[in-house]
Structure formats: C-alpha cells, structure tokens
C-alpha cells in the first residue's frame, strides 16, 4: 500500500486514478463480440462460453430440476440469514414508493405524474472466484416491488456447467423468471439483442468485470438503458485516532479481496493511524483464503495523510468514492460535507458488509467516480416516471395565448395553430 504524505493538489490526478483499463483498450473485444452474437444468437453464446468460462454447454436456461435440487443444498443456516437479509432489503426499498403527485398549475391545467414499472429486466450476477448470490436480493427485490413483469438473470457457470446454488436459491426465492448460464459479455449482448433462447430486456442491472462494464455501456447504443457504470470494486475510509485500526485494516481487506483490480483508500489526519492500520493489514491479510488476490488489490492501494478535516474532505469529494466510511471524531464534518459517494457507512460499528449484505441499503453503486453524478440502485430504478395532463376549455384560454406567443417566437407555427384552432371554437 502506498503511503503518501501532504499531497499537493498538482498530484491529485495520480492519487484519484483507478488500477483499470481505458475503455479503448477493451472496447474493440465487446464490439466483435456483440456484433456476432445480434448476427449468430445462441450460437455464438455457446461458443464464447466455451471460449471464457472453459465449459461446453448444450442448454442455457436453467431447470426447475436444478433449481430444486440447489435449494436442497443450500444449508439452513444460509437460508436463515439470506431470509434475514431479504427482509431488511425490501423495508428499507419498500419505504421508498412515492404516491402519485397532483398539481393543478393554473385553473382548468391539471398535470400529475405517476410510477409505472420497467416491464422487462435483465440481471447480471457474477460468478467467478466469488458467486455474489448477495447481489441477487439487491435487485430482484426492489424489481418486484416496483412491479417488473419480467425479471431474467444472466450468470457465468462454472466449470461443470453449472450455476452456484445459492444464486440459484436466492434468484427462486426473489421470483426471478427465469435464469441463465450465460456470463461477461455475451450475457450482455445476449440481453441486449435476444436470442433463440434469450428474451431481450428494457434495462440491465448488476455489477461485473471491466469487460461487463464496458458491454453495458455498449448496450446503451442500441436502445437498452443501464443502472449505471459500475466496475471493480472500491472502499475510501477517512479515520482518524477515534477509530479502532483493525477494524479500518478488516474494513480495507474486505474490499481487497473482491478483485486484484478493486481500490482501497486511507484517508487520515494521522500518521499513526496510518501506521496501525499498515500493520494490522500484514497480520490479517496474512489469514485471509483470497490472500494473493487481496495483495495484488492492496498493491494499487493509498493511504494519505493530511494535514486538516477540510483537505481530507475535498479529495474525498474529488475521488467520488463507491463507499465511504467514516471513522472520526467529527463524523458530522464528514456526513454534511460528503457530496460525492454510493453508500455512507459511519461510526466504528458500521462495516462497509453490512451494505453488502444483511443491513437493507442496496450494495449497487456507481464506481470509478461516477458517483459524482449516479445514484446507486433503489426502487425508482426499476420504474419510469409518466407524467399526464388533462386541460379544460378554461384551462386552454387560460393558457393559450402564451403557447400561441411562444410557438410563433420559435418559428412553428403548426404548434400554434393546435391551439389557435381550439380558442377559435371556444369564442363562437
């Protein structure tokens, strides 16, 4: 982990800078990828999953037999804090609905705007060296809630051809339609396009690799919207000498360990600190299963040293952080203050995993600093707001003569005349 000290604001640029590839650098890869699968369907699905994943398969939409036999498999104990999970997810999203909203802007003019769903949705859940059966809660939950008709989910499969069984279980237990062994790019483009076998979806969801992040961004080009740009993982932690050190260490390994190109951050006013946390990452990191992985994250890694609250806060808002925490003194500095991050965790009790998992917040985030401008997900991601206007003929005198004045001024004259031709009959 590199420790830099002071940093003049002329080096800011290097310190914000994530371990990933350019768009350029991968972009080349998608595009041949998506254009053979809108021009070869389930073939060339089949064949870049041989290709990627090592593993031949003959048929991709998963059984009702297979899911059966997963959710035999699943322990009682997992079900029990996956169930746990599930139900501080949907409180926390449920609580989001918003009613119907009515403004009568002028006597007669009567505009409202209402929710409707996003019909079809596309969820990516990545396998790999970590099946995150997690993200499935994050968002067929908030999707059934919204009320999404349909709801597929896309996952890479394993070397036997097979999904996790907990994805499976989670998947079945949030009402996911139906389910695929298709990951990377070819799920995207899959979604996007359809195949034989493959619905096309309205709008794709769920974090992945920098492959996965620049497929859906591709997708967009042809009509299909996305959550947002989220790739690899990262945690920011400002602390200070109130926090516990093996805690901001555990804090920083957990992020690590996702990916050799996830990011971590040590933000701090104190060199001690700074030196705590350094050693209590060799001792846990040391433990760790996913050890090599960690390392080669925690390599990409800084921990920074200011001299002042302020300082600490305007690198924080320029870094534009997945997830934040905060460990200080003056946590209510940091919580006013922070204007760009995905989640906000606060205090020495509060780990970024619990967002991850059980706490109900939705672990679904902008990264790269695109928080700087997206949300993370939540329930109004799974729908559209319409907005209605009913006008009355007291309503269209009312505010007729002003269309008439403004549409004449931009030179359309056709826009004038829909409600000249309506005054006209209203006055005879």
Known sequence: MIVVENPQNNIWNNLLKRPTATVDDIETTVTKIFKDIQQQGDAAVLKYTDIFDGVKISNMLVSSEEIESAKRNVSTELKEAILLAKRNIFRFHDA?????????????????????????????????????????????????????????????????????????????????????????????AAMTFGTETIQPVYKIFGPGNQFVTVAKQLATKFGVAIDMPAGPSELLVVADDSAVSKYVAA??????????????????????????????????????????????????????????????????????????????????????????????????YTPESAGDYASGTNHTLPTNGFSKSYSGVNLDSFSKAITFQKITKTGIKNIGKAIEIMAEAEGLQAHKNAVSIRLKDLQS
């Open 96 to 188: 989001q609905k918003t009613e119907r909203i009515e403004v009568e802007t002028e006597t007669g003019v009567l505009c409202w705007q209402e929710k409707r769903a996003i019909q079809k949705i596309g969820l990516y859940i990545p396998g790999g060296t970590a099946p995150l059966f997690s993200t499935v809660l994050m968002l067929a939950v908030p999707a059934k809630i919204a009320g999404c008709e349909e709801i597929i989910l896309c996952s890479p499969p394993n070397k036997l051809g097979q999904i996790a069984d907990e994805i499976l279980y989670a998947a079945d237990l949030c009402g996911v339609t139906k389910i695929y062994k298709v990951g990377g790019i070819q799920a995207i």
């Open 251 to 348: 804090d920083l390994l957990s992020q690590a360990e996702h990916g050799a190109d996830s990011q971590v951050v040590l933000v701090s006013t104190s060199k001690k600190l700074i030196d705590e946390v350094m050693k209590e990452i060799a001792i846990q990191m040391a433990q760790l299963p996913r050890k090599s992985i960690a390392e080669k994250a925690i390599k990409n890694s800084k921990a920074i040293l200011f001299s002042n609250n302020q300082e600490a806060l305007n690198f924080i808002n320029a870094y534009a952080p997945e997830h934040f925490i905060i460990c200080a003194e003056n946590d209510p500095f940091f919580v006013n203050g922070i204007q760009n991050a995905g989640s906000v965790f606060i205090g020495n």
